[in-house]
């Protein structure tokens, strides 16, 4: 019988709202109101999104440092379909002019006034003048023929051109372009810390993480570096870059980022040798891997020659087989096999078939064999949540960065080997 997974992902049918996109682009731009123009029933998007995020924020018990923007909707409703959204819209940004006093508006239209045909760019040029401050707005509609990211970087690309200014550089000064869970996050967290560690400073997190007012200050820094790296979202912070060093001369730093031991050490390197600090760089690299060699010392006699399993299910453009199985070298265990899960289609199998092939001789099963064969290991690794009674470690879906990361990975392995339970469960890391 088949290795059967719970619950099957395919990033090919993505299908999001780019008004989710406006709003992470200036979700705590302090100075800041955004507008739906939407139903009311659209709005309870933000409002979910910004729960969610604090919920696992506390999971990591992390603190918040700052606090999410005003976010109002113009609550379209089915006479505005017929008669046009437009005195609506005008109506909520005078009101967001009077209650909050901002430093700008922004707007995000949702499906429903791009259906209409609201002339919403019209209507905000009107109402910038007459309130005297700027209005955002963008060409997105919710999920008509746009998505999350054709929403986030197109405010992304509107708050650039109307707040940045031309700056005298600061000396060794960084400005960090992407979200991956905010300034308190993990991920962001990491990046802050190794650069920190080299003498720099982070001026701030662009966009939605820096107040309205900063933003005309942020082409101060002499370099910017990208959090993310596989897939849309990370081709999109390129040309984001790429603008900021052509038209501000913020040079963009590196075209790969962090997420293993070897791409620590090259991203390390390359930043250390624009700032002039190699040696540095040097000494960091050394005294991070002492740390990492010290922790795997007391994790190998319980890891050492545990057997595993290692199931892939997840498309190349955000996943590395690479990176898992570096940890389990590492680790010292015993890799039975790679398990190619049935979420490939055939052109994506072999492709995923050769990158495996290119980085490990163990012996690639597909799922008809892969059942007999979690009888004989203590773990899986996984992609994908099986149906199966083995013990499982479901791989992150956001990559672990930085020396950091790689010993939480380290980390959570060691503990899931260390566990009595012998026979299903799984944990997320």
């Given at each position: 019988?088949?290795?059967?997974?719970?619950?099957?992902?395919?990033?090919?049918?993505?299908?999001?709202?780019?008004?989710?996109?406006?709003?992470?682009?200036?979700?705590?731009?302090?100075?800041?109101?955004?507008?739906?123009?939407?139903?009311?029933?659209?709005?309870?998007?933000?409002?979910?999104?910004?729960?969610?995020?604090?919920?696992?924020?506390?999971?990591?018990?992390?603190?918040?440092?700052?606090?999410?923007?005003?976010?109002?909707?113009?609550?379209?409703?089915?006479?505005?379909?017929?008669?046009?959204?437009?005195?609506?819209?005008?109506?909520?940004?005078?009101?967001?002019?009077?209650?909050?006093?901002?430093?700008?508006?922004?707007?995000?239209?949702?499906?429903?006034?791009?259906?209409?045909g609201d002339d919403v760019e019209a209507?905000?040029?009107?109402?910038?003048?007459?309130?005297?401050?700027?209005?955002?707005?963008?060409?997105?509609?919710?999920?008509?023929?746009?998505?999350?990211?054709?929403?986030?970087?197109?405010?992304t690309r509107e708050l650039i051109r109307?707040?940045?200014?031309?700056?005298?550089?600061?000396?060794?000064?960084?400005?960090?372009?992407?979200?991956?869970?905010?300034?308190?996050?993990?991920?962001?967290?990491?990046?802050?810390?190794?650069?920190?560690?080299?003498?720099?400073?982070?001026?701030?997190?662009?966009?939605?993480?820096?107040?309205?007012?900063?933003?005309?200050?942020?082409?101060?820094?002499?370099?910017?570096?990208?959090?993310?790296?596989?897939?849309?979202?990370?081709?999109?912070?390129?040309?984001?870059?790429?603008?900021?060093?052509?038209?501000?001369?913020?040079?963009?730093?590196?075209?790969?980022?962090?997420v293993d031991l070897q791409q620590t050490?090259?991203?390390?390197?390359?930043?250390?040798?624009?700032?002039?600090?190699?040696?540095?760089?040097?000494?960091?690299?050394?005294?991070?891997?002492?740390?990492?060699?010290?922790?795997?010392?007391?994790?190998?006699?319980?890891?050492?020659?545990?057997?595993?399993?290692?199931?892939?299910?997840?498309?190349?453009?955000?996943?590395?087989?690479?990176?898992?199985?570096?940890?389990?070298?590492?680790?010292?265990?015993?890799?039975?096999?790679?398990?190619?899960?049935?979420?490939?289609?055939?052109?994506?199998?072999?492709?995923?078939?050769?990158?495996?092939?290119?980085?490990?001789?163990?012996?690639?099963?597909?799922?008809?064999?892969?059942?007999?064969?979690?009888?004989?290991?203590?773990?899986?690794?996984?992609?994908?949540?099986?149906?199966?009674?083995?013990?499982?470690?479901?791989?992150?879906?956001?990559?672990?960065?930085?020396?950091?990361?790689?010993?939480?990975?380290?980390?959570?392995?060691?503990?899931?080997?260390?566990?009595?339970?012998?026979?299903?469960?799984?944990?997320?890391?």
């Amino acid at each position: 019988m088949a290795l059967q997974t719970k619950r099957y992902i395919n990033w090919r049918n993505s299908c999001s709202c780019s008004m989710t996109g406006v709003w992470e682009a200036v979700a705590f731009a302090e100075g800041a109101v955004l507008i739906f123009h939407s139903p009311r029933a659209c709005a309870h998007v933000a409002r979910t999104m910004e729960l969610y995020s604090h919920y696992r924020t506390l999971g990591d018990l992390r603190p918040e440092t700052l606090r999410p923007i005003p976010v109002l909707s113009t609550q379209l409703t089915e006479k505005h379909t017929i008669f046009g959204g437009g005195e609506q819209l005008a109506a909520c940004l005078r009101y967001a002019a009077a209650k909050y006093e901002p430093r700008c508006i922004a707007v995000a239209n949702s499906c429903v006034s791009g259906v209409i045909g609201d002339d919403v760019e019209a209507v905000g040029a009107e109402l910038e003048e007459e309130l005297g401050l700027p209005v955002l707005t963008v060409n997105c509609y919710g999920f008509l023929n746009t998505e999350y990211h054709d929403g986030y970087y197109a405010m992304t690309r509107e708050l650039i051109r109307r707040f940045f200014k031309k700056q005298p550089k600061e000396k060794g000064t960084v400005l960090l372009l992407g979200d991956c869970g905010g300034p308190w996050g993990l991920y962001a967290s990491e990046v802050r810390r190794l650069l920190q560690a080299l003498g720099l400073k982070v001026i701030g997190q662009f966009p939605g993480y820096m107040a309205v007012d900063e933003m005309a200050r942020a082409a101060r820094a002499e370099a910017a570096v990208i959090l993310g790296g596989r897939g849309a979202l990370y081709e999109g912070l390129r040309k984001i870059a790429r603008q900021l060093e052509q038209d501000y001369e913020v040079k963009a730093l590196g075209a790969f980022y962090p997420v293993d031991l070897q791409q620590t050490r090259q991203w390390l390197l390359s930043v250390a040798g624009f700032f002039g600090k190699e040696e540095e760089g040097r000494r960091l690299i050394a005294a991070e891997e002492e740390k990492l060699q010290s922790a795997l010392n007391g994790f190998l006699p319980v890891t050492k020659g545990q057997k595993v399993l290692l199931c892939l299910g997840r498309q190349l453009d955000y996943f590395d087989p690479a990176t898992t199985l570096e940890l389990v070298e590492l680790l010292r265990l015993d890799l039975l096999g790679v398990v190619l899960l049935d979420a490939y289609e055939p052109k994506e199998r072999q492709e995923v078939l050769a990158k495996v092939q290119a980085v490990t001789d163990a012996p690639i099963y597909d799922t008809a064999a892969a059942e007999k064969l979690c009888e004989k290991v203590r773990l899986v690794l996984t992609t994908h949540e099986l149906q199966y009674p083995v013990p499982q470690l479901f791989l992150p879906m956001i990559p672990e960065v930085g020396y950091s990361g790689t010993l939480r990975l380290l980390g959570a392995i060691y503990r899931r080997l260390c566990s009595r339970k012998e026979r299903g469960g799984l944990t997320y890391v």
